[in-house]
C-alpha cells in the first residue's frame, strides 16, 4: 500500500495517542546498500533486481526498556521506492550473519522469507511490509538482529525498483520501522437497548403468466446422399526397427533418425529441430531472450555456473549512432567497473549520479525491447565480448561504441567495431549505443 507519511509526521501523529490506548516508536535505519562488486555502501540509491539484493539494518536500542515480543501490536517496515523499471512485488528475509554497508560484495546467508509486499508498479512514493514475525523475534533475541533482506518475491522474479538511500541528502527518504506497542485493555461498555422490531412490508401482487408461444412446423427430412466409390488401397508403408529398449525415432525431413535412450527421469528436451536428452544449450548468435547471444559465461567469469548457462544478450540493433556519455567534467561515484558482470552496476551508478537527458547509459535503462526492460549499458569487458562476436550478432556499423566504464572525469572507454581498438575518449563527443541484458 502507498504510504504518504514522512518518518517525522508519523512521529509526531503517533505522539498524539493517548499513552494508556497504544503507543509507538519508530526505529531508525543504521545500514543500508545492496550488493554489488564493488561495494555499493555509499551509492545514493539502492537496486533490487533479479540479481542484486538490498540489505537493510536497524537499531532497536530506541525501544523501552524490558520490552518483550508479547508487547508488540505490529511493525512496520516502511520505504521509498523511487523507480520502478519492472512492476511486482518484494519478499523480505532476516540475515543470518554479520555484514558490514562499506565492505559486503556478496549477499550474506540469509533465512527464509518472513513477508512479501503487495504489488509495486508506482515511483516516488512510500510503501509498507508487515515485518512484525521479523521485529518480534530481534527483541526477545538481539542477537538475531542482523538486519533484513529485501529481492524480488518468488511469485514475481523479474521484479526491478529502485530505493532511496539514507546517502540521498537530497531527497531525504531512508527506510524505517514503525513499531505499534499494545496498550492496556479498556474497560467494557454498558450494552445498549434492543431496539423495537419494524413492522412487516406488503406482499407484493403476484406477476402474470405470459402465454405459450405456438410450436413451429417441424421441416421435410431430405434425401440421403449418394454413397461414394472406395478408395484404392494405398502402399502398404515400412518404419525402421529399433536396435535398443527404449529408443526413439524422428523425421528428419527425409530420414527417421533414431535417438538413443534416455536414463530415468531424465527430460526430452526440442533444440533448434531436434529432440535431445537434457536441456537445451545456447549458442553465440542464437536469437533468444530477447535479443541475440552475445557471449556465455565460462569459467573464471563472475556468476559462471557449471550445470546453468549464464551470458549476455545483446539487442539485435544500435540504440543510437549519436549519444553522448554524459556529464563531462565530473567522475560518477562506482562506475568505473570494467569486468564481464560490473555493466549493470555500472550504469545504474551513472544514471544515479548524472540526470543528463539523452546520454547513453540512461538509453540503455529505459530500454523496453522484445518483452525485457533490464536493459544497461555494457562494461569495457563486456563490449569486447560483443566487438569479438560481432559477426555473429550483428547489426555492428564499424565505428565507436560507449561502455559504461568511465576513465575519469572527462573521458569513458569506448571500442571501435572497425579496429577493434579500446580506448578513452571524451564524455561529451557523441558515439553509438549498444545495449546488452544479463542472463
Known amino acids: 500500500m502507498n504510504f504518504p507519511l514522512k518518518p517525522l ?3 509526531i501523529l503517533l505522539a498524539s495517542l493517548s499513552p494508556l490506548a497504544a503507543q509507538a516508536v519508530v526505529v531508525p535505519l543504521t545500514a543500508d546498500t545492496n550488493v554489488a562488486l564493488p561495494n555499493a555502501g555509499a551509492a545514493q540509491a539502492i537496486n533490487i533486481r533479479p540479481a542484486t539484493k538490498a540489505l ?6 530506541t525501544l523501552p526498556g524490558g520490552i518483550t515480543s508479547s508487547d508488540i501490536a505490529k511493525a512496520t517496515l516502511v520505504f521509498y521506492v523511487k523507480k520502478v523499471p519492472t512492476s511486482g512485488k518484494l519478499q523480505a528475509s532476516p540475515v543470518t550473519q554479520a555484514w558490514s554497508e562499506a565492505t559486503v560484495t556478496t549477499a550474506p546467508s540469509q533465512g527464509a522469507a518472513a513477508a512479501s509486499s503487495a504489488i509495486i508498479s508506482q515511483g516516488n ?3 509498507a511490509l508487515d515485518v512484525t514475525n521479523l521485529v518480534s523475534d530481534w527483541v526477545d533475541n538481539p542477537a538475531n538482529n542482523n538486519g533484513l533482506v529485501l529481492e524480488p518475491d518468488s511469485s514475481t522474479p523479474t521484479t526491478s525498483i529502485t530505493l532511496d538511500s539514507k546517502e540521498a541528502k537530497q531527497t531525504s527518504h531512508p ?3 514503525e513499531i505499534a ?3 492496556p485493555a479498556g474497560s467494557k461498555g454498558d450494552t445498549g437497548a434492543t431496539g423495537a422490531q419494524g413492522p412487516a412490508g406488503v406482499k ?4 402474470a403468466t405470459g402465454a405459450q408461444g405456438p410450436v413451429g412446423t417441424a421441416g421435410a427430412k431430405g434425401d440421403p446422399g449418394v454413397k461414394g466409390d472406395t478408395g484404392a488401397t494405398g502402399a502398404t508403408g515400412t518404419f525402421q526397427a529399433g536396435t535398443q529398449t527404449g529408443q526413439m525415432l524422428y523425421w528428419d525431413g527425409s530420414a527417421w533418425i533414431p535417438v538413443a535412450p534416455g536414463i ?3 527430460t526430452l528436451s526440442y533444440c533448434k529441430g531436434i529432440p535431445i536428452w537434457g536441456d537445451c544449450k545456447l549458442s553465440v548468435g542464437d536469437s533468444d531472450l530477447g535479443g541475440k547471444v552475445a557471449y556465455i559465461l565460462q569459467a573464471g567469469d563472475l556468476g559462471y555456473d557449471a550445470n546453468v548457462q549464464h551470458g549476455l544478450i545483446a539487442a539485435p540493433n544500435d540504440q543510437s549512432t549519436s549519444a553522448t556519455w554524459g556529464c563531462y567534467g565530473s567522475a560518477i561515484a562506482g562506475a568505473d567497473g570494467i569486468a564481464i558482470g560490473s555493466g549493470n552496476q555500472d550504469t545504474s551508478d551513472i544514471i544515479t549520479g548524472c540526470t543528463a537527458a539523452g546520454i547513453a547509459a540512461k538509453i540503455c535503462a529505459d530500454l523496453v525491447l522484445n518483452g525485457y526492460s533490464d536493459w544497461y549499458l555494457p562494461s569495457k569487458d563486456e563490449l569486447n565480448k560483443l566487438y569479438v562476436n560481432r559477426t555473429a550478432i550483428g547489426g555492428f556499423a564499424g565505428v565507436l561504441y560507449w561502455s559504461s566504464s568511465e576513465h575519469d572525469g572527462s573521458g569513458a572507454w569506448g571500442q571501435g567495431f572497425g579496429s577493434g581498438v579500446q580506448n578513452f575518449v571524451s564524455k561529451g563527443s557523441t558515439q553509438s549505443v549498444r545495449a546488452v541484458r544479463a542472463f
Not at 537493510?56 to 536500542?61: E, G, H, P, T, V
Not at 407484493?204 to 406477476?207: E, I, M, Q, R
Request: glycine share 12%; charged share 15%; with cysteine.
Open 125 to 127: 512514493s512510500y510503501f
Open 204 to 207: 407484493g401482487d403476484a406477476g
Open 181 to 183: 506497542l499494545k496498550g
Open 264 to 266: 530415468s527421469k531424465q
Open 9 to 11: 509526521c508519523a512521529v
Open 56 to 61: 537493510l539494518a536497524f537499531d532497536l536500542s
Open 175 to 177: 527506510a524505517f520501522i
